[in-house]
């Protein structure tokens, strides 16, 4: 986990250092991306309820990933969006504007190196208890998802060096 990205001894040293780490990891847990067609019924297999398992807990799919995706021409990130929630490489903290998020981050190789896909998830509330709610899915570069390192705290997880079994799943 994070623990294992910083040296104490070197607090200016670690977002480099923690960059270098997860690009490794990055690399190293890299999956080919799964496509199957954008269907409603394949949307509602992959995500029953609209929500999904993570390794933080329950995320609900904000009420219009079905019809974004289809409109904003990332019909192929069906699936890459439920590897990315269900079995994430890192959850990255982020504050923008002074609206808390966290990004879950996966890695799939390309024909030339690998490509992340991004997942915002925020809290909403549900009266006063909170709800995790993935409100996008979009695919990043891997250095733009690597400089939003900051400070340790930017790093929620960090999935483990082995790729290890795939997480169970509904097939579309």
Do not use: C
Request: glycine share 6%; hydrophobic share 35%; net charge positive.
């Amino acid at each position: 986990m994070k623990e294992e990205l910083w040296d104490n001894s070197d607090k200016k040293s670690f977002p480099a250092h923690a960059r270098t780490e997860l690009k490794r990891k990055l690399e190293e847990l890299a999956v080919p991306m799964e496509k199957h067609t954008l269907t409603q019924g394949n949307f509602e297999k992959l995500f029953p309820n609209g929500s999904v398992a993570t390794p933080l807990g329950k995320v609900k799919l904000g009420e219009n990933q079905f019809a974004k995706l289809k409109a904003r021409d990332r019909e192929d990130l069906l699936v890459a969006t439920f590897q990315t929630l269900s079995d994430p490489v890192a959850v990255l903290s982020s504050d923008k504007g002074g609206r808390k998020a966290r990004m879950y981050v996966k890695s799939f190789k390309k024909e030339a190196g690998i490509s992340a896909v991004v997942s915002v998830v925020v809290n909403q509330f549900d009266g006063t208890k909170p709800i995790k709610v993935s409100i996008s899915t979009h695919r990043k570069d891997v250095g733009n998802v690597l400089s939003k390192i900051k400070s340790p705290d930017d790093i929620v997880y960090l999935k483990a060096n082995t790729k290890g079994a795939a997480p169970p799943r509904n097939k579309p």
